[in-house]
Every structure is written in C-alpha cells, then in structure tokens.
C-alpha cells in the first residue's frame, strides 16, 4: 500500500478547509492554522488517518465482506463511481434511497424487481404484454436501474460504509449509526467527526482533493481483495495436495487366489 505523502496532499488540495465562522470547533485537533479567513488542515494529519483507514478498509476486503461509498454532490458523484467500481464495490451517487440500510429488506425486494424484468426480457414474456405495460415495465426498469444498479450485488448489509461529505450524506451516517456499521468518512472542518468511526480530515468540496483520496482508499481495498484471492487459492491447492497425498497412501490390495 504506497504510502501518499505530504506534498501529494498539498498539490491536490487537501489542505483547504471551510470559512472560520462556519467550523465545527470538534474538528480543531485537525486544524492546523487559519489564512485568509480560511481554515488549513493539518496534512500530517490526514496522511496519518488516511494510512489507518486504508489498511481497516483493506482489512475488511480481505474478509470477503462488503465497503457501500455513498456521494451524492455533483463534483465527487462522476469520482466516487469510477473509484468504486474499479475496487469492485457497490456506491450511491444518486438521491440516498430511504430505509437503504435499516430497511434492506425492502431494498433487496427492489433489486430482485429490477431482476425479474431482466428475465422477462430474455425469456419473451414481455413481448406479450401491451404496449402500454411494456413502456410502464421499461420506465420502472430505468428508475431502478439508476438508484440502485450500483449496488445490485449486494445481496447482505456492508461491512462498511465510505462517505464524502457527511454534512449532505447525514441520512446515510444515522442509518449506519443505528446498525452500527463502521463508517470511514472525508471530514471538512465545517462538520463533526465524532459522526464517524475513522475521520480523514480533509477538503470534501475540491474534486482534485476527492481524487487523491478516493484513489488511496480504493487502491486499499484492491490489495484487500487480492489478499482474499491469494489465500483461496492457496486453500485451494493444499486441498488438492492433500487429496493426492492421500490416494497415494491407499494402496491396491491384491487378492491371492488358493491353488
């Protein structure tokens, strides 16, 4: 896991908080100065948190468990995605449904819909229908697809949650809170760190700041998979070297036949 170093978080601008009068004064051991009517973040800080949380992350990747990112802002939606994606894990960037977490019951019911018109499709019963139920089928089909393909493979509640922005995402963070399901989160200085499990103190509004976050934290959680990956396959080839050890130790008896 490449360690991001100071000047890398500087260059992003990682560093540049909120306005003075609208901080969060919890969010002052992260604080390391104030410029211009601006706070800056202590970057130290946030390389010593993030290395904490990736490896947390990487760990729970690696048990085979689930990581849901949740962005709904206009500049981190397009970055989380990708990031997401790319680390094979499910993400909300549209409106947050609702119930997503304390209700996934219903939600699941809502994928399995969303399954179901697959299935349709392929097996020609929509053909059958009207037109004007094959225009309702497709318009419901394109309503889920957009609030909740993302996460279409989870089929159990995340091991965790990944916010940015836990000010706009408040929905999001209760319902995990309620389960208590760890949240790792980009905390501005405008907002309360005592909402989350692992706090990375920095700029949640700048897209180039989200980026090099999102690229350390999804890079974690890929080495947490190929952890998990490594450790099948190893299972899996001692198994087989057992069971050749032992159908070599069983050896043919030989029946003499009496003269």
């Given at each position: 896991?490449?360690?991001?170093?100071?000047?890398?978080?500087?260059?992003?601008?990682?560093?540049?908080?909120?306005?003075?009068?609208?901080w969060d004064p919890n969010m002052a051991p992260y604080i390391y100065m104030e410029r211009n009517g601006i706070h800056i973040i202590n970057l130290?800080?946030?390389?010593?948190?993030?290395?904490?949380?990736?490896?947390?992350?990487?760990?729970?990747?690696?048990?085979?468990r689930k990581i849901l990112f949740v962005a709904t802002k206009k500049q981190a939606k397009d970055i989380v995605a990708k990031k997401a994606a790319d680390a094979k894990m499910p993400y909300i960037t549209e409106r947050w449904p609702g119930g997503m977490l304390t209700n996934?019951?219903?939600?699941r019911k809502?994928?399995?819909k969303m399954a179901a018109i697959d299935r349709m499709k392929k097996d020609g019963t929509f053909n059958t229908l009207s037109k004007k139920e094959r225009l309702q089928v497709d318009r419901l089909r394109t309503k889920l697809e957009k609030n909740l393909g993302s996460i279409s493979e989870m089929t159990r509640l995340p091991g965790a949650l990944f916010v940015v922005d836990?000010?706009?995402e408040y929905?999001?963070?209760?319902?995990?809170?309620?389960?208590?399901?760890?949240?790792?989160?980009?905390?501005?200085?405008?907002?309360d760190p005592r909402q989350v499990d692992y706090v990375i103190p920095a700029n949640d509004d700048a897209s180039k700041s989200i980026e090099k976050i999102m690229s350390a934290v999804?890079?974690?959680?890929?080495?947490?998979l190929a952890v998990r990956k490594a450790e099948k396959e190893g299972k899996s080839e001692a198994n087989e070297t057992e069971h050749k050890a032992t159908n070599s130790e069983i050896k043919p008896t030989t029946v003499k036949e009496e003269e």
């Open positions: 896991m490449a360690k991001l170093e100071v000047k890398d978080l500087l260059d992003s601008g990682v560093h540049f908080g909120h306005l003075t009068r609208k130290y800080k946030t390389a010593a948190k993030l290395e904490e949380a990736s490896k947390a992350l990487s760990k729970i990747a690696a048990s085979g996934f019951v219903t939600i809502a994928v399995k836990i000010k706009r929905i999001a963070i209760k319902e995990a809170q309620k389960l208590k399901i760890p949240i790792f989160a980009m905390v501005d200085t405008n907002s999804s890079e974690a959680v890929i080495e947490g």
